[in-house]
């Protein structure tokens, strides 16, 4: 069994920063890309910043600049830093992970965290 779980959301003011927190646990055998992604009510999840295992991340466009993804692979963790946050930025946030089980027979899938909420505003 293997979990995600998310921690930092809430409610910030505009221009305001925030740090985003995912733990992978479980019978994990490797962690291959984690990523967040995003959805606003309404609208389609997308997402906003991947990691490769060796550190190679990308952005989306409404977020480069001010939006900075870590891991840390000893720990089976993913970061979150927001920055400059804006109201747009109002979102539930999920950690997405492809992770392969360390139970026989090994498979590799997509985890999804439960999601933390992300509110900007005045």
């Known amino acids: 069994q293997v979990q995600l779980v998310e921690s930092g959301g809430g409610l910030v003011q505009p221009e305001g920063s925030l740090r985003l927190f995912c733990a992978a646990s479980?019978?994990?055998?490797?962690?291959?890309?984690m990523a967040w992604y995003r959805q606003a009510p309404g609208k389609q999840r997308e997402l906003v910043a991947a990691i490769t295992s060796g550190g190679t991340t990308n952005y989306a466009d409404s977020v480069k600049g001010r939006f900075t993804i870590s891991r840390d692979n000893a720990k089976n963790t993913v970061s979150l830093q927001m920055n400059s946050l804006k109201p747009e930025d109002t979102a539930v946030y999920y950690c997405?992970?492809?992770?392969?089980?360390?139970?026989?027979?090994?498979?590799?899938?997509?985890?999804w965290g439960q999601g933390t909420q992300v509110t900007v505003s005045s």
């Open positions: 997405n992970a492809a992770i392969m089980t360390a139970s026989v027979p090994r498979t590799t899938r997509d985890y």
């Open positions: 479980g019978s994990i055998f490797s962690i291959y890309r």
